[in-house]
């Protein structure tokens, strides 16, 4: 089965109660309804369901991260597809035979983790906000190793790599992404 959005919450809410974890599933639900808008409007509920669905596993089985994930996914009838999908987010973090393939794979893989550190850089302005966010703050954090330490920046660098896009295209891109569901 592929999920509907409404369907997606579900199955993610039977795993993920912390309001962290499910806010991040919701920006980057957001962020891949963005790029889908540009990419692939005819699967925008395909893409968003893969951002919703991409950590299903994290806040229960952080050790086994994508491989738990896919066992859950299996579990709810999920299509391969969007095991497919969901789970190339993790390639060469974890052992994950899913390699991210297509151009929503890619952006999955780069914006992940980009999200986070994104976000980390907007609560500590002062308008708490992407909408005045821009590229040479998120860039001086992205500098500092020790800010948001969680958010690989190697992972957010073999992202724009496997996209293509320089590394500040990417970051702009994304920042762009996330003030169209800022207050969601």
């Given at each position: 089965?592929?999920?509907?959005?409404?369907?997606?919450?579900?199955?993610?809410?039977?795993?993920?109660?912390?309001p962290f974890?499910?806010?991040?599933?919701?920006?980057?639900?957001?962020?891949?309804?963005?790029?889908?808008?540009?990419?692939?409007?005819?699967?925008?509920?395909?893409?968003?369901?893969?951002?919703?669905?991409?950590?299903?596993?994290?806040?229960?089985?952080?050790?086994?991260?994508?491989?738990?994930?896919?066992?859950?996914?299996?579990?709810?009838?999920?299509?391969?597809?969007?095991?497919?999908?969901?789970?190339?987010?993790?390639?060469?973090?974890?052992?994950?035979?899913?390699?991210?393939?297509?151009?929503?794979?890619?952006?999955?893989?780069?914006?992940?983790?980009?999200?986070?550190?994104?976000?980390?850089?907007?609560?500590?302005?002062?308008?708490?906000?992407?909408?005045?966010?821009?590229?040479?703050?998120?860039?001086?954090?992205?500098?500092?190793?020790k800010f948001?330490?969680?958010?690989?920046?190697?992972?957010?660098?073999?992202?724009?790599?496997?996209?293509?896009?320089?590394?500040?295209?990417?970051?702009?891109?994304?920042?762009?992404?996330?003030?169209?569901?800022e207050g969601?």
């Open positions: 089965m592929i999920p509907t959005t409404e369907q997606a919450i579900a199955i993610l809410q039977k795993y993920n109660k912390e974890h499910l806010h991040h599933a919701n920006v980057v639900r957001g962020v891949m309804r963005y790029f889908a808008a540009e990419y692939d409007p005819e699967r925008m509920e395909f893409w968003s369901v893969c951002g919703l669905l991409h950590d299903i596993d994290f806040e229960e089985y952080p050790e086994q991260h994508c491989l738990k994930g896919e066992e859950l996914l299996r579990e709810n009838d999920v299509d391969e597809c969007i095991i497919h999908a969901t789970m190339s987010h993790g390639f060469g973090l974890v052992p994950t035979p899913h390699k991210p393939e297509h151009i929503m794979e890619k952006i999955l893989f780069a914006t992940d983790e980009l999200t986070g550190l994104i976000g980390a850089v907007a609560i500590m302005r002062p308008s708490k906000s992407v909408q005045d966010l821009e590229l040479k703050s998120v860039k001086k954090k992205y500098k500092d190793k948001a330490a969680g958010c690989s920046r190697e992972v957010i660098e073999r992202g724009a790599d496997l996209l293509g896009w320089e590394l500040d295209e990417l970051i702009e891109r994304t920042i762009l992404a996330m003030r169209t569901i969601l």
